[in-house]
């Protein structure tokens, strides 16, 4: 059986030639404890609880006098197809990695996953002799799903988000770009969540920053921006999506 042990969140600052805004780091710990029957029987593996990463964007352009706004479970609407949920994706799959001290580079996992035991040290794993050793993605999630149906043990899993304004001087019209936007978090797992909340604010004709504005914080504190009167647009296509269900060795 599963339980949500912990879930928690932090932010930090994202400064890139490409990017300004933060890092949205979000910690999932769970336990599982295999039930007697479980353990000794070829019962189906019972996933945990599923992830929610709920958001609602207001965005401003105000050289162009147009605002969106969207609002959504991104997860459960393009949870295969983005970089951000790698980790959780592929949870069994990264424990594996981690436990044979190979973890995937943080360009291609943004984020990371351990698996620990009931003394919460890392589990190492050391293939006997004469044992089949994985060959693929699939074989190692499942070594891994086998391992925690028959043992006491904690998963831990840390997504990292980084919501961002591109602030690269290079594109069109760099010096005329003034944009605003608020974004609300709501994510976790097993109704266990957290809420946090970013505001950016970036002008291009002031390359020194100083008018730009930005905070982080966990909580919600203003849960709107003015419209301003300003015309209303759809959301961008980003914001679109088509189901993609899981690759091999992952898991929703």
């Not at 980084?162 to 936007?181: G, L, T």
């Not at 974004?183 to 969540?193: A, K």
């Amino acid at each position: 059986m599963w339980r949500v042990l912990q879930v928690t969140g932090s932010g930090e600052n994202l400064d890139t030639s490409e990017a300004f805004g933060h890092t949205f780091r979000l910690r999932i710990v769970l336990e599982h404890r295999p039930s007697s029957t479980s353990a000794a029987s070829n019962l189906p593996f019972v996933e945990p609880p599923a992830l929610v990463w709920n958001e609602r964007i207001s965005f401003l352009d105000h050289r162009k006098e147009t605002f969106w706004e969207w609002s959504g479970d991104l997860y459960a609407l393009k949870g295969n197809t983005t970089l951000t949920f790698k980790p959780w994706r592929s949870r069994y799959c990264e424990a594996y990695n981690r436990a044979m001290m190979q973890s995937t580079h943080p360009v291609r996992l943004r984020g990371s996953v351990e698996l620990l035991d009931e003394r919460d040290q890392e589990i190492r794993i050391t293939h006997l002799p004469g044992q089949p050793i994985p060959q693929d993605e699939y074989q190692k999630a499942e070594m891994i799903r086998r391992y925690i149906s028959r043992n006491i043990c904690k998963l831990v899993v840390e997504i990292h988000d980084r919501p961002s304004i591109n602030v690269s001087p290079h594109q069109d019209n760099w010096a005329e770009v003034h944009k605003e936007r608020l974004l609300l978090f709501d994510c976790g797992v097993g109704g266990n969540h957290v809420r946090a909340s970013q505001y950016l604010k970036v002008k291009g004709s002031d390359p020194t920053k100083t008018t730009w504005q930005r905070s982080f914080q966990m909580q919600w504190g203003s849960t709107n921006l003015s419209s301003h009167n300003y015309l209303r647009e759809f959301s961008p296509h980003l914001y679109s999506f088509d189901s993609t269900p899981p690759r091999a060795g992952e898991y929703e």
